[in-house]
């Protein structure tokens, strides 16, 4: 019997040979809470961003991809794809409220299996680059939320990327605030030249318009990698 990490019902999880043996506590969600994720997956996924199109009205479909990316494929777009766990739904985000902005790091475990999986189904042998935060940021929340999920896949992250200058939330933008953003607000780490060549695949807990993860792209692309992919727990 497990307690369910968001609304604190016990519940039975499913029984995995791995944690059986290994006498660890299976921690997630129950059963109820669960339900309320809208997992992303099958074959009506974006082939860029990896949202649901069968969300979307027609309009906003343009053959296998949806508008917005259409429209990055037209500029000069570093990153190959994205692929997220879940749609960013209501319930989601109240996840993601009480993980990133009232410190309850420990409802990542509820994703860990399935993030290791998708990690393994789409990005295997793959470099994860977290998203920095600024130092600014980092005291205010004290941790990096692309940090903790970067360290729950079974390649160790590397921090090639650094957030020089604090800038405001981006959950504070609205949309064409975001996407209009000219400035990258990242930087090359001192020590990246090490992994000039290499594939990676850069880690965040939320794609919205794109714009963050195709930031960090670009300063990843002085490297002169082999792949950019994005990895998010949200899109």
């Not at 990490?5 to 969600?29: D, H, I, M, V």
């Not at 009506?44 to 479909?61: H, I, N, S």
């Not at 963050?212 to 792949?227: C, I, N």
Request: hydrophobic content about 35%; proline content about 6%.
């Amino acid at each position: 019997m497990s307690q369910c990490l968001w609304c604190g019902n016990t519940y039975f999880p499913p029984l995995r040979w791995a944690k059986l043996f290994s006498f660890q506590e299976q921690r997630g969600f129950c059963g109820r809470c669960r339900s309320k994720l809208h997992r992303l997956e099958g074959p009506d996924l974006c082939a860029k961003c990896g949202r649901d199109l069968k969300q979307l009205p027609e309009a906003f479909v343009s053959g296998e991809v949806c508008t917005d990316c259409r429209k990055w494929q037209s500029t000069d777009d570093p990153l190959l794809w994205n692929r997220s766990l879940f749609s960013y739904n209501a319930f989601m985000r109240e996840v993601m409220t009480r993980f990133k902005f009232r410190g309850d790091a420990i409802l990542i475990e509820a994703f860990h299996d399935e993030w290791q999986a998708l990690y393994k189904k789409y990005f295997k042998g793959c470099i994860p680059v977290p998203i920095p935060l600024s130092a600014e940021r980092l005291a205010e929340r004290h941790f990096n939320q692309a940090e903790l999920l970067a360290n729950c896949l079974p390649v160790p992250p590397a921090p090639l990327l650094i957030r020089p200058k604090h800038t405001e939330k981006q959950s504070k933008k609205s949309r064409s605030e975001r996407l209009s953003s000219g400035e990258n607000p990242f930087a090359l780490s001192e020590d990246a030249s090490m992994y000039t060549g290499k594939r990676f695949v850069i880690i965040d807990d939320i794609y919205t318009t794109g714009t963050t993860v195709r930031h960090a792209a670009h300063a990843l692309s002085t490297l002169w990698p082999a792949a950019v992919y994005s990895m998010c727990l949200a899109r």
